[in-house]
């Protein structure tokens, strides 16, 4: 990442240190020690909940507009600080590992661009008639629009005489304990999809043709077959639906969206041959009836997702079996 017209940006990030477990925890801790709750918490909420020291620091390195919030901490990580932990694999938006909160707002590091996020100061965040913050977002009303353009310029400005792009603030994925600095533990959401059986499962029929040979026309699908769940099948379990979730809380009282959105897309896939026993899986407290349609799942989704009216269609899928 080159210096351009010595223009720089603050980044703001919520670190976290765990603390170390003491010896006796280790071993075991007190006999008299609850194990188990009917929550479906127990002992392992409390590692769910690590403690530690939080602080927020500050770093102001040179950068351009068109550069990413992945590529600055790179920068922070390869020049300037070492210890600043954070998660990313392929850095094109596919694997959905690097995944944070940015400004408040669940996203990717590597899809978000520094013009679209830096913000001066002092400024108001953008905020639609609905109650979320649309940065960088096209779905934003006109009012909001307005504002992204009157940041962009503003942006635009320090690029081309130089100074400061703004300021970006960074924590960890909400909905999920911190395991150190930007790096989020998403197990809890990984576990309840794995729950779900996330993978096709077919009658295990070798359908064969009036010869008796093999049929290998017999798993082909209609394109409209295929647009049921071929959407679906681009999630990349990145998590950001869920930290914008405000009902999933770690997996314990809501199974979440993203799970959800896995069983969707076996149910709707006309292959598989357990539609109903996935159904009847989801079909729980802590499953749809958890959702509370509030649909903040939609407004982020890196791999363009409605999540929300996916969300609404599996209810009612489930509803009206």
């Known amino acids: 990442m080159a210096e351009a017209n010595n223009t720089t940006v603050t980044l703001q990030v919520h670190r976290f240190t765990p603390r170390a477990e003491r010896a006796e925890r280790a071993r075991g801790g007190s006999p008299f020690a609850r194990k188990s709750s009917p929550f479906g918490g127990g002992s392992d ?11 927020v620091q500050e770093y102001t390195i040179p950068a351009r507009p068109e550069d990413t919030v992945l590529d600055c901490l790179m920068t922070i990580k390869r020049t300037v600080d070492p210890t600043l932990a954070f998660r990313y694999s392929c850095g094109h938006g596919m694997c959905g590992s690097d995944a944070v909160s940015i400004n408040g707002t669940p996203t990717l590091l590597c899809t978000a661009a ?11 965040p953008q905020v639609d008639d609905e109650g979320f913050r649309h940065i960088g977002d096209e779905t934003a009303d006109d009012n909001t629009n307005a504002e992204a353009e009157a940041s962009a310029d503003s942006t635009d400005d320090a690029a081309a005489h130089g100074g400061s792009l703004g300021v970006i603030e960074l924590a960890p994925l909400p909905g999920f304990p911190p395991q150190r600095d930007l790096i989020a533990d ?5 576990n309840q999809i794995r729950k779900l059986t996330p993978y096709l499962e077919a009658d295990g029929v070798l359908a064969t043709t009036s010869e008796g040979k093999v049929d290998v026309f017999e798993y082909l699908q209609h394109p409209d ?24 809380a770690g997996g314990d009282a809501f199974i979440g969206p993203a799970a959800l959105i896995w069983s969707s897309r076996f ?29 903040a799942c939609s407004r982020h989704c890196p791999r363009g997702i409605d999540v929300g009216e996916e969300m609404w269609q599996i209810v009612a899928k489930v509803r009206e079996r």
């Open 186 to 190: 998403i197990d809890p959401m990984l």
């Open 114 to 124: 520094i013009r679209d996020w830096a913000k001066q100061p002092g400024a108001l």
């Open 45 to 55: 909420s409390a590692a769910r909940r690590p403690r530690g020291k939080q602080w």
């Open 225 to 248: 077959q295929l647009a049921k769940y071929e959407m679906l099948s681009n999630c990349i379990a990145c998590g950001v639906c869920e930290g914008s979730c405000p009902v999933f």
């Open 267 to 295: 149910i709707n896939d006309s292959r598989d041959a357990k539609a109903m026993d996935r159904m009847d899986a989801i079909d729980t407290a802590d499953g749809v009836a958890a959702c509370q349609s509030v649909r």
